[in-house]
């Protein structure tokens, strides 16, 4: 998540029901207004108008397309054609929580079932429904999206926003939302998400080992940097769940303490580990429940994904996605969600 990498958001189109329809109804016709404009990967590479850089992109995509059915993940048709949205994100994502809680509002859809963000359009109307949570003194984080999973539902174009990507960031985006569109399981993002990002992670690393000395060791680098900052936002979560436990806590000044001690805890034990100074941007963010919350869902439960990764599939990243598309989802529910 803190690479400009994304969060997944799922487009759920005309499937509701009460007050969702006129939100879901303008979705879609964006949805579809955007994706009309797609074009094949091959036709646009054959445009000698095209940015260098932009060719390169689309060359990779097509490149990693084989790579990742080789893994077990369902592609099918998916990144073989492009489209241009003429601006940086394809959606901004909310995050709701109350002001002493980690506890994220849910947004209910048919078919997908819950989740702990939703998605706009328009970056105005996502601060505008932030600001209607924040006057009823709720925490609020807005964040912008750079890629999405239909869940296998159509045929997820690349976008533009992904063109200021690194390779390697590319890569594990593709292989990350390759990931939806292979295992979901209705009303657990956190699951679908915490899986996406490990499963992306180490098969970036794989594709990378073959092709690339240079590209491996800087991932394995970027990597550590990222387990770093990813124990520290965990870290975080975990003390403010605790410290809101003891209603003494719920003062304004004592959850402003709990957030500057939280910010020593990264200047003074983390920042001096981390190597890339990009993770610093935490020093600037206006930190709250809402932020922490949604750290959370994608990066909790690593550990015990890599346990498994270990014990059970030898290290082998394919050998791990096909054993987690055939456990039984009472079991992946046993063993990884954490109860609230």
Known sequence: MFKIRVLSVVLVLLLT???????????????????????????????????????????????????????????TKNYQSFVDIERPYISHLLI??????????????????????KGFHSEAKANKAAAYYTKNN?????????????????????????????DEDLVETIIHESVHATIFIKDNVEFNEQLAV?????????????KSEKLYQKIIADHKN??????????????????????????QIAKENIFVEILETYKNDFAPKIKDRKYDFILQQ??????????????????KFEKIYEEQAQKDIKVFIDLLKKMPTKKIKDYFYESH
């Open 17 to 75: 029901s009460g007050c969702q329809i006129p939100y879901i109804l303008e979705s879609a016709w964006t949805h579809l207004k955007i994706m009309s404009n797609k074009q094949d990967i091959e036709k646009a590479l054959k445009n000698p108008e095209l940015p260098e850089e932009w060719r390169q992109k689309l060359t990779l995509t097509l490149a990693v397309r084989p790579f990742v059915k080789d893994l077990g993940l369902k592609i």
């Open 96 to 117: 709701v929580t109350p002001t002493y809680s980690l506890k994220t509002k849910k947004w209910w859809f048919p078919i997908v079932g819950s989740f702990p963000y």
């Open 138 to 166: 709720m925490d609020t984080y807005v964040r912008g999206v750079t890629a999405y999973s239909t869940l296998g539902w159509f045929n997820d174009p690349l976008l533009s926003t992904m063109m200021r990507y690194s």
């Open 198 to 210: 490990f499963i992306a992670k180490k098969a970036t690393l794989d594709y990378y080992k073959q």
């Open 226 to 251: 990222e387990d770093l900052f990813t124990e520290f936002l965990m870290q975080s979560y975990k003390k403010l769940k605790t410290f809101y436990k003891d209603k003494l806590n719920h003062t």
């Open 286 to 303: 206006d930190l709250n429940n809402a932020f922490f919350a949604a750290q959370k869902t994608y990066h909790m439960n690593q550990l």
